[in-house]
Structure formats: C-alpha cells, structure tokens
C-alpha cells in the first residue's frame, strides 16, 4: 500500500508570486485535506476535497484555492504569495468522510522572501 | 481561548519512564480524538484515535478522553529513545457534528534520554 506522497519537498519563492502543491493520495482513499503548519505550531486547516469537490473550509483567504483530479490526487495553489505563507503544507488522505484516520505526507516546505 | 489547548514543552524524562501528555478543549461538539506523532521535519503519524469518552490501548500507549471535563490524556509507557518527537492531539466534530476538519493542539515536544 502506497502513503501519501507530496511533491516539491522544499520551494522558495517571492513575495507575490503564486506556487501548485501536489499530493497523491494513499491507495483506496477518496478524500484530501490540505494543512498550513507553521513553525513551533500545529497543522491549521485550509480545505478538504472529497470525490473532486470542496467539502469544508477553514479561515484561509480565497487566495488559497484547491483542485482534486478523479484519481483523487489534489493540488494546492497559493497566489499572491505573502512572507506569512511560509509554513510547512501538508496533506492528509482519508477513506471517505472517516476524519478520525487521516494519514499525512511529509509536507513540502515553502519559504517565501 | 483556543478551541484546543496543548502544553509545548519541552519534556524531558529518561530512558523507562512513563510520559504523560494532555489538551483541553472548549468545543463540546468534538467526538473524535486524535494522537499525532511527528519526527522533526516529518509529517504527522496517526498514533491512535478514540471515540467520545473512555479509554483505549495499543501496546504502550494509552489514550483518555473525558468528555464532562473536555480533558484528553495520552500515557505512554516505559518511554524509549525512538519516541523522542512532538506529539499532537487533534479533535474533530465529525461529519454529524457538522465539521469535517481537524482542529490541532500546539504539540508538545518529547525528548526520551538514555
């Protein structure tokens, strides 16, 4: 059984540029969750996609937005990059709506000068 | 106030000993519990999970959850080296208690010496 997998690993980019996350889902999962986790803090919520639609968003500006492909696998972009997006981002993948057993990547680490 | 409440650490403890690890919460329509377990410059691992009140085991480790106190607990036993992380809680509603999302404690940092 294949984990999550999370591509880049590491990213550096400008203030106001904009950056695409990637996440592939664990084998038999259909839905995705996406996490900003700061430094010294835990993961925040920014969105969930179940079966290629949002299902459910946390207090993320519409800058951050979010897509899932019918092999489940999603993507994260971030527009208009700020110097608070710094974080680490990760995702987690679940068996439908089952929250209580989401299982995690190991996150892409963006920096933003 | 914070809907969950986790002490940072640093906890320190040697070799054997057994670790205690708590979050409060003010939400009460949480019905899941959650321990986490993250390795420096790793993603979360799902240690356990419980629903609503009581307790649950897995080998060395032991969750808690008391529901009339919005108190959780995770005990894990004769500590070893390789659990040296930071340990998260995190609760979710669940899908009836209309919120999908996890909500994460802080995480408290674990160091186990030798």
């Known amino acids: 059984e294949t984990g999550v997998t999370q591509s880049p690993t590491h990213l550096i980019k400008t203030r106001g540029q904009q950056v695409t996350l990637r996440c592939s889902s664990q084998?038999?999962?259909?839905?995705v969750s996406w996490y900003q986790q700061a430094l010294g803090q835990g993961p925040q919520f920014i969105f969930q996609?179940?079966?290629?639609?949002?299902?459910g968003r946390g207090n993320f500006p519409p800058r951050f937005s979010g897509l899932q492909f019918p092999n489940y696998s999603s993507e994260l972009n971030v527009n208009a990059l700020e110097l608070d997006d710094s974080a680490l981002y990760l995702c987690?993948?679940?068996?439908?709506?089952?929250?209580?057993?989401?299982?995690f990547g190991p996150g892409t680490r963006l920096t933003v000068t | 106030q914070k809907e969950v409440e986790q002490d940072p650490g640093p906890l320190s403890v040697p070799e054997g000993a057994i670790v205690s690890l708590n979050c409060t919460y003010s939400?009460?329509?949480?019905?899941?519990f959650m321990w986490y377990r993250q390795y420096s410059r790793k993603g979360p691992e799902l240690l356990m999970y419980?629903?609503?009140?009581g307790n649950k085991e897995d080998g060395r480790f032991t969750a808690q959850v008391d529901k009339s106190s919005k108190y959780i607990s995770l005990f894990i036993r004769d500590s070893q080296p390789s659990d040296s992380a930071t340990y998260l809680c995190?609760?979710?509603?669940?899908?009836?208690?209309?919120?999908?999302?996890?909500?994460f404690g802080k995480g408290m940092k674990l160091t186990v010496n030798p």
């Open positions: 987690a993948s679940s068996r439908g709506l089952a929250n209580y057993e989401q299982y």
């Open positions: 084998s038999g999962h259909n839905t």
């Open positions: 996609y179940y079966r290629e639609e949002e299902n």
């Open positions: 939400n009460s329509a949480f019905q899941y």
């Open positions: 419980t629903y609503s009140s």
């Open positions: 995190a609760m979710s509603a669940g899908v009836r208690g209309g919120s999908e999302k996890l909500v």
